[in-house]
């Protein structure tokens, strides 16, 4: 609008020099010409240089003012055209809020085809439009404050749509002055971004979607950089690894793997960097330094074809091996006792004759010198230990009913030491004891449980040297427990064989079986318990067994 006033202005004041300058050129032509011809000036030779100069003039004037009419026409509707195709709503409202021109956008958003809307306010079209009184008052009062402010506003509006419900439109309202400051006009313009906002809506819901699957994922979800350091991780990360966040953000992935598959983890990202997806196991290294077993699953990530770094999935698989480790335990045990049955019956009557009669020979012989007498001895140990053999195996195939009963461990523990602190005393091995007070009872099979103590405090004295020392230890422990310690001071057991502690015929003795620790384990567990051993190399044993204490002492 102010750009067609100022072209009227300029058209105005070209017209006007026009004019004045032909003014004075025509005159002074004319009256040169009249002036050399000696012909005088006289009163109709003055009316015809009138006439003739208002024809041309009028003409010319005619023919200019034509021109840039039609100029300014053909602006106009170029002008009309492009708002009318704009694919946003387009209104003009003068200084007083009165709709002065609407662009065919704003005419059907609107309802107002065939509406004489020139001249009326935003709140007086409410009986020709679906959009609500409300919404109507609500465009007066943000007209009002544009004009007050002085400024354009943005702002997003919801506008009623017939049969389709509302639209979302991204607006902007900017006042027009005049030279005085006193309103002039409005020019509206809002453009539909309902589409856009829907768009936006499901981006933030993927992303809500993807942050609640990565967020509550039990496994861990780390994103990796080409140089595989961490980039980003879940919470699941930090229950795994006991780092937090913080901590782990720009840590190299390699501070989190054990020494001896640092090879392996850097070949699987290196294969993922290539876009290979990978798949491994391999031992991590908790933030408090025990040793966690992983299985890492990576992939590439790319954005727009590119790849920009790796996408890892790493499961804590130690709870798991741990189970697998105790089926097959079972397996063995389950096989165990299917031999037991099949064989102890069977191997019992033969060794009771066999044993009967090396002890009538050995009667026979007693007063006899009889240089291979020593090797009745011989016979009647190694009788005794298939015997002792084929005890414990009937025990683990022979299915008993146990009667439990509240009992005083410690009543039960020191019974053990006095049967076999003599043993102890003749490899001059020093046992102490620290019993705390007040220990609850448990629930438990007196004579399995002494079973248990006899093992583990045998295994004690055998391990330690003459000289030695054995410490056993009973305490309250957490969760309502209590633990029995047995410690000692011998050369310990190696790190990779502690695990298979317990499995039948696996020992770490000359003449065991594996038989008798593997009962303990079994008792133990029937109880509710279970026994844990810690040893170091040169530095000794200590086998802990926990019990849960009796609810109904």
């Known amino acids: 609008m102010q750009k067609s006033i100022s072209c009227s202005q300029k058209v105005a004041w070209k017209i006007a020099i026009i004019y004045i300058l032909s003014t004075v050129v025509y005159i002074f032509i004319t009256d040169s010409i009249l002036s050399k011809l000696n012909i005088l000036d006289t009163l109709w030779i003055s009316i015809g240089k009138a006439v003739f100069f208002t024809f041309v003039t009028g003409f010319l004037l005619y023919k200019l003012i034509l021109g840039n009419m039609k100029s300014l026409e053909d602006r106009e509707q170029q002008l009309n055209t492009l708002i009318d195709h704009m694919p946003d709503f387009v209104n003009f409202k003068d200084g007083e809020g009165n709709w002065i021109k609407a662009n065919k956008f704003a005419i059907q958003l609107f309802n107002l085809e065939n509406i004489q809307y020139k001249g009326k306010r935003d709140s007086e079209l409410e009986n020709f439009t679906n959009v609500s009184r409300e919404k109507l008052i609500s465009c007066e009062n943000s007209d009002e404050k544009v004009w007050k402010d002085g400024k354009l506003i943005r702002y997003e509006e919801l506008i009623p749509v017939s049969n389709e419900g509302h639209k979302i439109f991204d607006t902007i309202k900017v006042p027009i002055f ?54 980003s991780v879940n919470e699941a990360t930090e229950k795994i690894t006991g780092y937090c966040k913080e901590e782990l953000i720009k840590k190299p992935f390699s501070d989190l793997i054990d020494k001896k598959d640092q090879t392996k983890v850097t070949k699987n990202f290196i294969d993922a960097s290539k876009g290979k997806t ?7 290294i908790h933030k408090k330094g025990h040793s966690i077993l992983l299985d890492i699953k990576s992939e590439p990530l790319r954005i727009n074809e590119k790849l920009v770094g790796i996408f890892t999935v790493v499961r804590d698989i130690t709870a798991a091996k741990e189970k697998e480790e105790l089926i097959r335990k079972s397996e063995k045990l389950s096989v165990v006792g299917e031999l ?214």
Request: aromatic residues 6%; neutral net charge; hydrophobic residues 35%.
């Open 178 to 231: 005049h030279t005085n400051g006193q309103r002039k006009g409005l020019i509206v313009i809002g453009r539909d971004i309902t589409d856009k906002k829907k768009i936006e809506q499901r981006l933030k819901d993927n992303e809500q979607l993807y942050r609640s699957l990565v967020e509550n994922n039990t496994d861990a979800i780390i994103n990796l950089d080409l140089n595989f350091n961490i980039l």
């Open 278 to 284: 990978s798949r491994i196991e391999m031992s991590g």
């Open 340 to 553: 037991a049955c099949a064989v102890a019956h069977e191997v019992r009557n033969p060794l009771t004759a066999l044993k009967g009669f090396v002890q009538l020979l050995q009667y026979k012989n007693i007063n006899n010198e009889d240089k291979d007498k020593h090797y009745y001895d011989i016979m009647l140990t190694e009788i005794e230990r298939i015997n002792l053999i084929v005890s414990e195996f009937m025990m683990l195939s022979r299915p008993q009913a146990i009667t439990y009963q509240n009992k005083n461990v410690v009543s039960l523990l020191v019974d053990v030491i006095t049967l076999l602190e003599t043993i102890a005393i003749m490899k001059n091995i020093e046992v102490t004891r620290e019993f705390e007070s007040n220990i609850s009872l448990v629930k438990c099979e007196g004579n399995q449980i002494k079973q248990v103590f006899i093992n583990i405090f045998k295994n004690a004295i055998e391990a330690v040297p003459n000289n030695g020392k054995i410490h056993i230890k009973v305490e309250k422990w957490k969760n309502n427990r209590i633990c029995i310690s047995f410690s000692d001071n011998g050369n310990g057991i190696p790190n990779d064989l502690i695990g298979r502690l317990g499995e039948p015929f696996y020992t770490t003795k000359e003449k065991g079986t594996g038989l008798g620790l593997m009962v303990c384990y079994k008792i133990i567990e029937e109880h509710g318990g279970r026994i844990n051993i810690k040893s170091e190399m040169n530095q000794g044993t200590t086998v802990d067994i926990i019990f849960p204490i009796s609810i109904d002492e």
